[in-house]
């Protein structure tokens, strides 16, 4: 089980390779807000400007477990797989959210025989000193969105924001997302933008969650 004091040096060693605190935040299933304090805790980054002072409030969830093996991580998207196909049999496209998301969409859009296309978030591009990130964008490499009914499917849902940022952009190429599924829900949302949420595991805070992103 890691504590902090791992999560610190997770987030040293990769910031110590250059990812950003966008990219920090995708690799150990935190909130933005929490990879920043990570990375200034580790000494590696810059002085913490905003951070309150016990530090974010904030779950870690490591699925490391599934993704180091194969056949585990299948069975994990086969039972994902199940959760969409509540949403109808005209869904063609199954869209995997970069860079965990990728790798699950693949075995949902195999058990339900849809194509596949990823999309890579501006949260990867998030440092604490960008103005402004640049735009998502959908990988040329796999299937177009061409105006059809999709499913979401990403590992964690931590603030929303990068669920809701991929529905947005799917609408803005004329797509249809018709269901999100994801691993485990640490908001524990029904819906985004009216899509429906799907997780294998909801995390329920108890208490006050104040400075959570």
């Not at 949403?87 to 699950?104: F, N, R």
């Not at 075995?107 to 960008?130: C, I, M, N, R, S």
Request: with cysteine.
């Amino acid at each position: 089980m890691k504590n902090t004091d791992d999560l610190v040096a997770s987030a040293a060693d990769l910031a110590e390779r250059g990812l950003s605190k966008g990219e920090i935040a995708d690799e150990l299933n935190v909130s933005r807000e929490t990879a920043s304090w990570l990375v200034e805790r580790s000494g590696t980054g810059t002085e913490p400007t905003s951070s309150p002072s016990g530090g974010p409030h904030d779950i870690h969830v490591d699925w490391s477990a599934l993704g180091r093996d194969s056949s585990r991580l299948y069975h994990a998207g086969a039972a994902m797989a199940d959760l969409a196909a509540k949403q109808g049999q005209d869904v063609d496209l199954t869209i995997g959210i970069e860079k965990a998301g990728a790798p699950l969409a693949t075995t949902v859009a195999h058990e339900l025989d849809t194509d596949l296309g990823t999309y890579a978030p501006t949260k990867h591009q998030w440092d604490d000193d960008d103005s402004e990130a640049a735009d998502g964008s959908f990988s040329r490499n796999f299937a177009e969105i061409r105006n059809r009914d999709c499913y979401i499917v990403d590992d964690t849902i931590t603030s929303g924001k990068t669920m809701s940022e991929t529905i947005s952009a799917i609408r803005q190429q004329g797509g249809n997302p018709v269901a999100c599924v994801v691993l485990a829900d640490k908001r524990g949302v029904e819906d985004i933008q009216g899509v429906p949420v799907y997780s294998l595991l909801q995390v329920i805070r108890v208490g006050s969650d104040d400075g959570a992103e």
